[in-house]
């Protein structure tokens, strides 16, 4: 029997180790990972660059063109309208 309690004390004393070691692993990721996260409040986020990757490209010159093109198409649409009847046959 002291055979089995030598064995039993071992297994324990390995497992101990593996405890400590992985023990500090999770301490030392958590340490990265915050390291890591405050690196990243500091940059701007993928969202935010496209965003203004998105503002760019929609200028103020395109943003007019599109609404004179739009107030033209209404204007046409009125005009073409007073000359037809208002009812719609599907």
């Known amino acids: 029997m002291s055979n089995r309690v ?3 004390e071992s297994q324990v004393s390995e497992l101990r180790a ?3 070691g992985l023990t500090e692993e999770l301490v030392e990721t958590k340490e990265r990972l915050r390291q890591l996260e405050a690196a990243t409040d ?3 986020s993928v969202q935010s660059y496209a965003q203004s990757e998105a503002d760019d ?3 103020p ?3 007019e063109a ?5 107030a033209e198409e209404k204007a046409q649409e009125s005009e073409s309208g007073s000359d037809e009847s208002d009812i719609i046959v599907a």
């Not at 599109?66 to 739009?70: G, L, Q, R, V, Y």
């Open 61 to 63: 010159s395109e943003s």
């Open 57 to 59: 490209e929609t200028s």
């Open 66 to 70: 599109e609404e004179a093109k739009s």
């Open 18 to 20: 593996a405890v400590d």
């Open 42 to 44: 500091a940059e701007p």
């Open 6 to 8: 030598e064995e039993l």
